[in-house]
């Protein structure tokens, strides 16, 4: 069964490290802790029982308490389900880039890989128009392209 822990805001992921050299130190039952990176405030414990994940959170910084009772599996799979970041990217759409040497351009898309999260990119300022590969995580759309 999953418990929902809640945390400070922004303390998700410290909260979950300590959690993990707890567990990896004590004697317990806990099977797993999942952070979820847009569910700000809460993390997931697998447990037999609550009673399990008190004692395991007792004690612990930026613990603000336990949800009551436990969560079932599939009321949160959705969570858990990875989308892949190119699905709203298509050819032709104007991005800037949030990250490595070009980090505030902006470029058009050449093409897209979906199967690998890359995107062929041409720097719009450049003089000469060289094809950038970069992950799809590391461009923001700024304009969608009208070609459908």
Same mark, same amino acid.
């Given at each position: 069964?999953?418990?929902?822990?809640?945390?400070?805001?922004?303390?998700?992921?410290?909260?979950? *490290?300590?959690?993990?050299?707890?567990?990896?130190?004590?004697?317990?039952?806990?099977?797993?802790?999942?952070?979820? *990176?847009?569910?700000?405030?809460?993390?997931?414990?697998?447990?037999?029982?609550?009673?399990?994940?008190? #004692?395991?959170?007792?004690?612990?910084?930026?613990?603000?308490?336990?949800?009551?009772?436990?969560? *079932?599996?599939?009321?949160?799979?959705?969570?858990?389900?990875?989308?892949?970041?190119?699905?709203?990217?298509?050819?032709? *759409?104007?991005?800037?880039?949030?990250?490595?040497?070009?980090?505030?351009?902006?470029?058009?898309?050449?093409?897209?890989?979906?199967?690998?999260?890359?995107?062929?990119?041409?720097?719009?300022?450049?003089?000469?128009?060289?094809?950038?590969?970069?992950?799809?995580?590391?461009?923001?759309?700024?304009?969608?392209? #009208?070609?459908?």
């Amino acid at each position: 069964m999953l418990y929902t822990i809640r945390t400070t805001v922004g303390q998700e992921r410290i909260v979950a *490290d300590l959690l993990r050299a707890k567990q990896s130190k004590a004697e317990n039952d806990i099977y797993s802790i999942a952070v979820i *990176d847009n569910l700000r405030g809460y993390i997931f414990v697998e447990a037999p029982n609550e009673a399990e994940v008190k #004692k395991f959170v007792y004690n612990v910084p930026h613990v603000k308490g336990l949800v009551p009772g436990g969560v *079932d599996l599939s009321e949160v799979a959705h969570f858990f389900e990875e989308k892949s970041l190119t699905v709203d990217i298509k050819v032709g *759409d104007l991005v800037e880039l949030t990250a490595g040497p070009f980090k505030g351009e902006k470029a058009k898309v050449k093409r897209v890989d979906e199967s690998k999260d890359k995107i062929t990119l041409e720097l719009i300022e450049a003089t000469v128009p060289i094809p950038i590969t970069m992950d799809a995580a590391s461009v923001r759309v700024i304009s969608q392209s #009208k070609e459908e």
